[in-house]
């Protein structure tokens, strides 16, 4: 089993990140969603031990970081995009997200600072919400390619 610590839109406040991951147990690794790389780098730097996957989001700039990731995990294939690319404030049916993501597990993307979790098919799609915003994050646990998935309040 992998467990996933995921957030996004954490916008400069990485505090509530740190004690979430403190206060966590057999974390495998964590997701940032973007808005802000920096804050993602700087969780990195903090725990070290911990694998750390980010992207950018539309407040990111001059940044290397990727617009997407196409990760393996626990035997899933994990989509991870910050989301304003694929219009996911506009488009209700999260169409273009989903096009993009076709064939993974677990679809993660943030940009709305609202948390969701939906269903197409075996594609689990999740927004963690924001922690400075919506006062969310998400587990994800990740077992033989099965993925499930909880959104948590601070």
Same mark, same amino acid.
């Given at each position: 089993?992998?467990?996933?610590?995921?957030?996004?839109?954490?916008?400069?406040?990485?505090?509530?990140?740190?004690?979430?991951?403190?206060?966590?147990?057999?974390?495998?690794?964590?997701?940032?969603?973007?808005?802000?790389?920096?804050?993602?780098?700087?969780?990195?730097?903090?725990?070290?031990?911990?694998?750390?996957?980010?992207?950018?989001?539309?407040?990111?700039?001059?940044?290397?970081?990727?617009?997407?990731? /196409?990760?393996?995990? #626990?035997? !899933?294939? &994990?989509?991870?995009? @910050?989301? $304003?690319?694929?219009?996911?404030?506009?488009?209700?049916?999260?169409?273009?997200?989903? /096009?993009?993501?076709? #064939?993974? !597990?677990? &679809?993660?993307?943030? @940009?709305? $600072?609202?948390?969701?979790?939906?269903?197409?098919?075996?594609?689990?799609?999740?927004?963690?919400?924001?922690?400075?915003?919506?006062?969310?994050?998400?587990?994800?646990?990740?077992?033989?390619?099965?993925?499930?998935?909880?959104?948590?309040?601070?």
């Amino acid at each position: 089993m992998s467990k996933l610590l995921i957030f996004s839109d954490t916008h400069g406040e990485t505090a509530p990140c740190v004690d979430i991951i403190l206060s966590s147990r057999g974390i495998d690794g964590i997701i940032h969603a973007g808005d802000c790389v920096r804050d993602a780098e700087d969780l990195e730097a903090a725990f070290p031990s911990i694998p750390i996957y980010y992207v950018r989001g539309n407040n990111d700039f001059f940044t290397r970081a990727p617009m997407s990731l /196409n990760l393996e995990i #626990g035997g !899933a294939r &994990v989509y991870v995009t @910050h989301g $304003h690319m694929q219009n996911v404030k506009h488009e209700l049916t999260l169409r273009t997200l989903k /096009n993009e993501a076709r #064939g993974a !597990a677990l &679809v993660v993307f943030g @940009h709305t $600072h609202q948390p969701i979790t939906e269903y197409d098919g075996e594609m689990t799609i999740l927004n963690p919400g924001s922690t400075l915003f919506s006062r969310t994050y998400a587990e994800a646990e990740i077992t033989n390619g099965k993925v499930k998935t909880r959104i948590l309040t601070l």
